[in-house]
């Protein structure tokens, strides 16, 4: 909008809730994504049974965030039998960085807002 002595006003804040990532924010891809933060190498069934997923479940979810670009999966073996890891990539990482920060942005306007018996 346009003052009446021609300025500009300043935008709108935007709501943090509107910048909400929803390939991060999705409860399952959001613990997804902060387990392979904390562990830095995750395994698939270390994963489901963490997250109380089936195999396929888990299998989608893994596949969203990876054609995201914000994990690496790898295949491979530990010993005869089969196995699949989940790395964070750069990108991954700031994904959950920047989800974090909108989220405290949230927490934080929830706590500095009146309670309904303090109106």
Known sequence: ???????????EPIHPVTRLDDVVHQRVRLGILTIAHEARRAEFGYLRT??????????????????????????????????????????????????????????ARVETTDTPEDR
């Open 1 to 11: 909008m346009t003052a009446e002595n021609g300025a500009v006003d300043p935008p």
């Open 50 to 107: 963490q997250l109380d997923l089936t195999a396929g479940n888990l299998s989608k979810h893994l596949s969203v965030l990876e054609a995201a670009g914000l994990i690496e999966v790898e295949k491979g073996y530990a010993g005869r039998r089969g196995r699949t890891w989940i790395t964070l990539t750069a990108a991954g990482s700031t994904a959950l960085t920047d989800e974090i920060a909108r989220l405290k942005q949230l927490i």
